[in-house]
């Protein structure tokens, strides 16, 4: 199994986004919906991108968005990635030309990953998540990981309900591209705790073939 990659959602202070980023995190992401306990002005999100390091990939969330504020994230903040979690179209997702991602709202009955894999063919990667169809994530609910479902051929994020007690069962099942997690490192909504930050990186980590016993490995070779 290759290695998960690790992305924290709802930043909204610059002091939690690098607490995040020495934790290992390969991603954060800024919330622009502004019913959310999480959301962040453009301006924010700008500031603490500039004081993050390189190679931190930065992903602008959405929920069902006017175009224009689309937009207007992307020529101030020029985020690496478009993340549409609400009722958006494929040709809605695809009409701003950027890489994006699209939530899949596992908390509806019958929902096939592949079919929405078939028709967001051009998404860069499916998040699965524990919301209802047009309701935001952050609940801190998981998803049925029980029910039959045939993952599709396309990077695949677990969302929902993730914390460092649980998440390396979802790694374990579903053997994702990436984990995505947020109010699991809160000790708040919009504030995350450094130790539960820690605590979740850890835990995919250890889940990882070799992943903590090959770093203590290469530790004590090293030393």
Same mark, same amino acid.
């Given at each position: 199994?290759?290695?998960?990659?690790?992305?924290?959602?709802?930043?909204?202070?610059?002091?939690?986004?690098?607490?995040?980023?020495?934790?290992?995190?390969?991603?954060?992401? @800024?919330? @622009?919906?502004?019913?959310? %306990?999480?959301?962040?002005?453009?301006?924010?999100?700008?500031?603490?991108?500039?004081?993050?390091?390189? @190679?931190?990939?930065?992903?602008?969330?959405?929920?069902? +968005?006017?175009?224009?504020?689309?937009?207007?994230?992307?020529?101030?903040?020029?985020?690496?990635?478009?993340?549409?979690?609400?009722?958006?179209?494929?040709?809605?997702?695809?009409?701003? %030309?950027?890489?994006?991602?699209?939530?899949? +709202?596992?908390?509806?009955?019958? !929902?096939?990953?592949?079919?929405?894999?078939?028709?967001?063919?051009?998404?860069?990667?499916?998040?699965?998540?524990?919301?209802?169809?047009?309701?935001?994530?952050?609940?801190?609910?998981?998803?049925?990981?029980?029910?039959?479902?045939?993952?599709?051929?396309? +990077?695949?994020?677990?969302?929902?309900?993730?914390?460092?007690?649980? !998440?390396?069962? %979802?790694?374990?099942?579903?053997?994702?591209?990436? !984990?995505? !997690?947020?109010?699991?490192?809160?000790?708040?909504?919009?504030?995350?705790?450094?130790?539960?930050?820690?605590? @979740?990186?850890?835990?995919?980590?250890?889940?990882?073939?070799?992943?903590?016993?090959?770093?203590?490995?290469?530790?004590?070779?090293?030393?």
């Amino acid at each position: 199994m290759k290695r998960v990659r690790i992305k924290i959602c709802g930043i909204t202070r610059l002091e939690d986004a690098l607490v995040c980023v020495d934790a290992g995190a390969d991603a954060i992401g @800024f919330v @622009f919906y502004d019913a959310s %306990a999480r959301t962040i002005d453009v301006e924010q999100a700008c500031a603490i991108s500039r004081e993050l390091p390189p @190679f931190v990939a930065r992903v602008a969330l959405f929920l069902d +968005p006017a175009p224009a504020a689309v937009q207007t994230v992307l020529d101030q903040l020029r985020p690496d990635a478009l993340q549409f979690h609400g009722r958006e179209t494929a040709e809605f997702c695809r009409r701003f %030309a950027w890489p994006f991602l699209k939530s899949v +709202p596992m908390g509806e009955e019958n !929902v096939e990953p592949r079919a929405w894999a078939d028709y967001y063919h051009d998404a860069q990667g499916l998040l699965l998540d524990a919301n209802r169809a047009g309701a935001a994530g952050g609940s801190g609910k998981t998803f049925d990981w029980q029910r039959e479902a045939a993952m599709p051929d396309i +990077p695949i994020i677990i969302a929902g309900g993730l914390h460092a007690g649980n !998440v390396g069962e %979802a790694i374990t099942r579903f053997q994702p591209y990436a !984990v995505d !997690v947020s109010s699991g490192v809160e000790s708040a909504p919009g504030i995350k705790d450094a130790e539960r930050v820690r605590e @979740f990186t850890a835990a995919v980590a250890r889940a990882r073939p070799g992943g903590m016993e090959r770093r203590q490995s290469e530790g004590a070779t090293e030393a």
